[in-house]
């Protein structure tokens, strides 16, 4: 199975794979010679997960994660109508899951610019309940500062502040971390909300949307047997293995490098 995102952040998403479907093998892939995608116009990022899916078909995968919040919403409809294997994506089960949790009908989402500007969260969760009211902050800030040195610094507490005061000033009971990076620092935002505030994030269930969909299609492997992992980076292997293993507490051992000149073929 491939699993990608613009850096670091898709290791959630790819823990919870891990943990779901211990029997299957993934390859993960983090495009950080280009992170930040949050900034970037969203279609140069969908042109980014384009060339990332045809590279991922063309190892041989049997199913695309997308596990990037910001590429989901630029790219997720292309890829599934231009690759043979099936593509899952993060954003519709936090949706789902917020819309299910609030109590008082206000929703924060926190996110990429991409993703706050792509819109995609507001139309499915109004899809759900039309009466909802969601406070949308793009935080530019943290994904960088999750891929620094310091991403536990009392900088990205800071930020976290920042950007959590209009979401505490709306009243909302409930906050979506709309970006993969987020749930790696998920006890700064428990302790900058409070009790009181339900976070939500997808990784979980993305990973039961994987495991559903294998089965649907009857491409599992056997129960019985262990399955592997291995890690690709367009930037630098040392700095990816460092962090990996520290968000991920997995040994990480060979990291391969993968030229962007070689993404580009694959489209
Ligand atoms: N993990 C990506 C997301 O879910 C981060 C995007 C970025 O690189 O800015 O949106």
Redesign the pocket.
């Known amino acids: 199975m491939g699993v990608f995102?613009?850096?670091v952040?898709?290791l959630t998403v790819l823990h919870e794979c891990l943990v779901t479907m211990p029997h299957e093998d993934f390859v993960y892939l983090g495009d950080h010679a280009r992170?930040?995608?949050?900034?970037r116009p969203l279609d140069e990022v969908q042109r980014f997960a384009r060339e990332i899916g045809a590279y991922l078909q063309s190892r041989g995968v049997k199913l695309v994660v997308n596990?990037?919040?910001?590429?989901?919403s630029a790219a997720l409809p292309q890829l599934q109508e231009e690759l043979d294997v099936p593509v899952v994506g993060?954003i519709t089960p936090e949706a789902h899951a917020a819309v299910q949790a609030t109590r008082n009908r206000r929703i924060g989402l926190l996110?990429?610019e991409?993703?706050v500007r792509a819109g995609r969260y507001a139309e499915l969760v109004h899809a759900l309940d039309a009466g909802v009211e969601l406070v949308s902050v793009a935080c530019p800030r943290l994904?960088p500062l999750i891929e620094s040195e310091d991403p536990f610094g009392a900088e990205t507490t800071r930020a976290v502040r920042e950007y959590a005061a209009e979401l505490k000033e709306a009243g909302v009971d409930t906050v979506i971390l709309?970006?993969?990076?987020y749930p790696l620092i998920g006890q700064v935002f428990q302790r900058v909300f409070g009790r009181d505030v339900t976070l939500v994030f997808s990784a979980e269930e993305t990973a039961r949307e994987v495991a559903e969909t294998l089965a649907r299609k009857g491409y599992e492997n056997d129960a019985g047997r262990e399955g592997s992992y291995r890690f690709l980076t367009t930037g630098d292997p040392g700095s990816f293995r460092a962090m990996g293993a520290r968000f991920l507490q997995l040994p990480i051992d060979d990291v391969e490098h993968v030229d962007l000149a070689v993404l580009g073929a694959a489209a």
């Open positions: 995102d613009s850096g952040g898709g992170l930040p995608y949050g900034p596990a990037c919040n910001t590429a989901t993060v996110a990429t991409g993703t994904v709309g970006c993969t990076h």
